[in-house]
């Protein structure tokens, strides 16, 4: 018997069993998408993760006040940024100091005890260059508003006070005074402090907040060849007196944490789809043995009319990886969709990795190949007399 002849008798049996064999394929193509989609997204995350670093830049150190060796909260000396800017390597240096005293209200009618856990800074002016921070509304503070009632909000502050945009009219209340909202920020990924604060000039917080004007946390960008040795001296010309009471991170460290922390739940997602592959490779397995029990008179019939052993091994091993191969196709096809709609809605790039696709299909071979094996030798074994006897 020619192998044309094997593959349609075996498309014949699969058109027979169409229920049984569609809802095996569906196992198969759950468990490619999840894998594929998993994969895919996890490496759609990554590649926004990078796109954002490379437009931020990983340059970035922050530097704030720790704890004394009794305890106590730290200071940064007031002459902290003017020490920094004179280290060679660094290209900008800026810096915000918290009045802590200063709260924060919609109107003077919000209780007291309702703050919104909102901060108020004093900032330099050219704080939005160094952070990377950008205006959703209105403007910064410049060398005249800096010395009035003039603010800035983050982006959470906003939310939680209910403000929409800056403007002439939109004021709120700062340590008991009236400020006016002339700039709005969005969210900054870098010194994610700023989006529930609120920015306030330099001369304005010590005149009329009751800010001491010690910095509690500098921004500096050096040159990246170069960042770590920066990073060694910072805290001793920082603070020479007490250089152990200086914290110094890396904002884009804490990002790549995030990433992966987020690369670890996706393995754990992978290996649910992992488990879900299985059960799909489990349900050929079992559509082919169902196959050769209700087949057993077919297969007596064709070893009657001079099919050998190897043939029909080969359709039921044939049949197998085709009801595999279907699932996997449609798995891939789905993943990748899942991938590039969420990618597109979320604004990120859209990343499927190659491996992850060819390494799905081979996957769902060797799942078919392995399920289909049993029934394809166990049908090759009955003999024609046996089979031809079964009602």
Same mark, same amino acid.
């Given at each position: 018997? %020619?192998?044309?002849? +094997?593959?349609? +008798?075996?498309? +014949?049996?699969?058109?027979?069993?169409?229920?049984?064999?569609? $809802?095996?394929?569906?196992?198969?193509?759950?468990?490619?998408?999840?894998?594929?989609?998993?994969?895919?997204?996890?490496?759609?995350?990554?590649?926004?993760?990078?796109?954002?670093?490379?437009?931020?830049?990983?340059?970035?150190?922050?530097?704030?006040?720790?704890?004394?060796?009794? #305890? !106590?909260?730290? =200071?940064?000396?007031?002459?902290?940024?003017?020490?920094?800017?004179?280290?060679?390597?660094? =290209?900008?240096?800026?810096?915000?100091?918290?009045?802590?005293?200063?709260?924060?209200?919609?109107? !003077?009618q919000i209780p007291e005890a309702q703050t919104g856990g909102i901060s108020t800074y004093a900032a330099r002016l050219d704080l939005p260059a160094t952070v990377g921070?950008?205006?959703?509304?209105?403007? *910064?503070?410049?060398?005249?508003?800096? %010395?009035?009632?003039?603010?800035?909000?983050?982006?959470?502050?906003? &939310?939680?006070?209910?403000?929409?945009?800056?403007?002439?009219?939109? &004021?709120?209340?700062?340590?008991?005074? %009236?400020?006016?909202?002339?700039?709005?920020?969005?969210?900054?990924?870098?010194?994610?402090?700023?989006?529930?604060? +609120?920015?306030?000039? *330099?001369? /304005?917080? !010590?005149?009329? $907040?009751?800010?001491?004007?010690?910095?509690?946390?500098?921004?500096? %960008?050096?040159?990246?060849?170069?960042?770590?040795?920066?990073?060694?001296?910072?805290?001793?010309?920082?603070?020479?007196?007490?250089?152990?009471?200086?914290?110094?991170?890396?904002?884009?460290?804490?990002?790549?944490?995030?990433?992966?922390?987020? &690369?670890?739940?996706?393995?754990?997602?992978?290996?649910?789809?992992?488990?879900?592959?299985? /059960?799909?490779?489990? #349900?050929?397995?079992?559509?082919?043995?169902?196959?050769?029990?209700?087949?057993?008179?077919?297969? @007596?019939?064709?070893?009657?009319?001079?099919?050998?052993?190897?043939?029909?091994?080969? &359709?039921?091993?044939?049949?197998?990886?085709?009801?595999?191969?279907?699932? @996997?196709?449609?798995?891939?096809?789905?993943?990748?969709?899942?991938?590039?709609?969420?990618?597109?809605?979320?604004? *990120?790039?859209?990343?499927?990795?190659? *491996?992850?696709?060819?390494?799905?299909?081979a996957a769902t071979l060797l799942i078919g190949a392995i399920a289909g094996l049993y029934p394809a030798i166990r049908a090759s074994r009955l003999s024609p007399t046996?089979?031809?006897?079964?009602?």
């Amino acid at each position: 018997m %020619r192998a044309a002849d +094997v593959m349609r +008798v075996g498309a +014949v049996g699969l058109r027979t069993r169409p229920l049984r064999a569609f $809802l095996s394929a569906l196992g198969i193509a759950i468990g490619i998408a999840a894998m594929v989609g998993v994969v895919g997204l996890s490496s759609s995350s990554g590649a926004e993760l990078d796109r954002q670093l490379s437009a931020l830049g990983t340059n970035l150190l922050t530097l704030s006040a720790g704890s004394t060796i009794t #305890g !106590e909260a730290a =200071q940064l000396p007031k002459d902290a940024e003017a020490m920094i800017e004179r280290i060679g390597p660094v =290209q900008a240096v800026s810096s915000i100091g918290k009045a802590a005293d200063a709260k924060v209200y919609r109107s !003077e009618q919000i209780p007291e005890a309702q703050t919104g856990g909102i901060s108020t800074y004093a900032a330099r002016l050219d704080l939005p260059a160094t952070v990377g921070a950008t205006l959703r509304s209105g403007t *910064w503070l410049n060398a005249a508003t800096e %010395r009035y009632p003039a603010a800035v909000i983050g982006s959470l502050t906003a &939310q939680r006070l209910g403000i929409g945009a800056a403007g002439p009219d939109t &004021q709120i209340i700062v340590g008991g005074i %009236r400020f006016t909202v002339v700039g709005v920020l969005e969210p900054v990924a870098l010194a994610s402090e700023l989006d529930s604060g +609120v920015l306030v000039g *330099w001369p /304005v917080a !010590e005149s009329r $907040l009751g800010f001491d004007g010690h910095p509690t946390t500098l921004y500096t %960008r050096s040159e990246e060849a170069k960042l770590e040795s920066v990073r060694q001296v910072l805290a001793g010309t920082a603070n020479p007196e007490a250089p152990n009471e200086v914290d110094i991170s890396r904002p884009s460290d804490a990002l790549a944490a995030k990433q992966a922390t987020s &690369q670890a739940f996706a393995n754990l997602l992978l290996g649910v789809g992992a488990v879900a592959l299985l /059960v799909g490779g489990v #349900g050929v397995a079992n559509t082919m043995v169902i196959s050769v029990l209700e087949r057993r008179a077919e297969i @007596g019939l064709r070893r009657s009319l001079g099919a050998t052993r190897g043939q029909i091994r080969t &359709q039921f091993l044939a049949e197998s990886l085709l009801l595999s191969a279907l699932g @996997g196709t449609g798995g891939v096809l789905l993943g990748t969709g899942v991938t590039m709609g969420y990618a597109l809605y979320s604004g *990120w790039p859209s990343v499927v990795p190659a *491996w992850a696709t060819a390494g799905g299909l081979a996957a769902t071979l060797l799942i078919g190949a392995i399920a289909g094996l049993y029934p394809a030798i166990r049908a090759s074994r009955l003999s024609p007399t046996e089979a031809l006897s079964t009602p």
